[in-house]
């Protein structure tokens, strides 16, 4: 886990991020089927990011955002 103290654009808070091994087959539930999972030996990279911003534009509020696992949407994706 990493605890963070960020500055972005208008955004001042702090997150949260923690990345995990996902089952593929887990993972592909979550996932649209015209996205490819990208996967190693059966596993996917997930995880979740949890933010708290003190200031921006919109007020003072938490996220929280939940990743299933890695795609792969050619041709738009670099990675």
Avoid at 15 to 27: D, E, I, M, N, R
Avoid at 43 to 51: E, H, Q, R, S
Wanted: hydrophobic share 55%; net charge negative; charged share 10%.
């Amino acid at each position: 886990m990493v605890l963070c103290l960020f500055l972005l654009l208008f955004l001042v808070g702090s997150a949260l991020y923690q990345l995990h091994l996902v089952k593929a087959s887990t993972a592909r539930a979550f996932v649209p089927p015209e996205l490819h999972l990208v996967e190693a030996f059966g596993y996917t990279l997930g995880g979740m990011f949890l933010a708290r911003y003190h200031d921006s534009p919109a007020g003072e509020f938490d996220e929280l955002v939940v990743i299933a696992g890695i795609v792969w949407n050619p041709p738009t994706s670099c990675a």
